[in-house]
């Protein structure tokens, strides 16, 4: 695709105690967003950080914080990561009864914000032909939400050849789960636009080489 690819490395895998230094590393290396997992132990069995965690990172970069809810409830939450300075908030067609989609997607878009559906690998995409014009973001998920490091489920990109054929030009379709520079240039080829990878940005010896190699 010749269009602009958007580079999301999470910090799910940034050292936790270094993680100022490592958002600067990848916003200095060519990062277009930084991606905040939010777990809650409950949607996935796993535990990570919150809104106190977007707000710190608000006040240290100037990338735009794409925030991916995990969690159960998240029509709860989104004036506090509003008010933390998320500028994409992503929650889980999973995590919400069908009737309360619409209304949670035009809650978040009034804040002033993007608004993003995810789907897990078992879902299939047509639940989301009816959000397509209306969403901001479509993330395909890759790997079963809730840890890092996970390898790619390649007929899950399958999915991202649908949404697009069925989206308006302006949708951006995120992947996530298992992202590197061959499974990137799948995930394109079939038409996605944005690329989440933890993993592949954060273990190399060198993040510039790495961002670009997805770009």
């Not at 159960?72 to 300075?85: D, I």
């Not at 619409?102 to 897990?120: D, H, N, Q, R």
């Not at 047509?126 to 939400?145: F, G, K, N, Q, R």
């Amino acid at each position: 695709m010749s269009e602009k690819i958007i580079i999301s490395p999470s910090i799910l895998s940034a050292d936790f105690a270094n993680l100022e230094r490592d958002v600067k590393l990848v916003e200095e290396n060519g990062a277009d967003w930084i991606h905040v997992d939010v777990m809650d132990g409950h949607f996935v069995p796993n535990i990570t950080i919150g809104v106190p965690v977007v707000k710190s990172l608000r006040k240290i970069t100037k990338l735009p914080l794409d925030v991916h809810l995990m969690i159960e409830n998240p029509g709860n939450y989104v004036e506090p990561f509003v008010k933390a300075g998320a500028d994409i908030l992503t929650f889980h067609y999973e995590a919400v009864e069908e009737k309360e989609i619409l209304g949670l997607i035009s809650k978040i878009k009034t804040s002033g914000i993007k608004a993003g559906i995810s789907v897990k690998p078992k879902t299939k995409p047509d639940v989301l032909l009816p959000y397509l014009d209306i969403a901001d973001m479509i993330l395909i998920m890759t790997v079963e939400p809730g840890f890092g490091g996970q390898e790619f489920i390649e007929d899950c990109a399958e999915k991202i050849k649908f949404i697009r054929q069925n989206a308006p030009n302006n949708l951006i379709i995120q992947v996530d789960g298992g992202i590197n520079a061959q499974t990137g240039k799948i995930c394109k080829d079939f038409g996605a636009n944005s690329l989440v990878a933890g993993s592949y940005i954060y273990r190399t010896n060198d993040v510039k080489i790495a961002i670009d190699s997805l770009k």
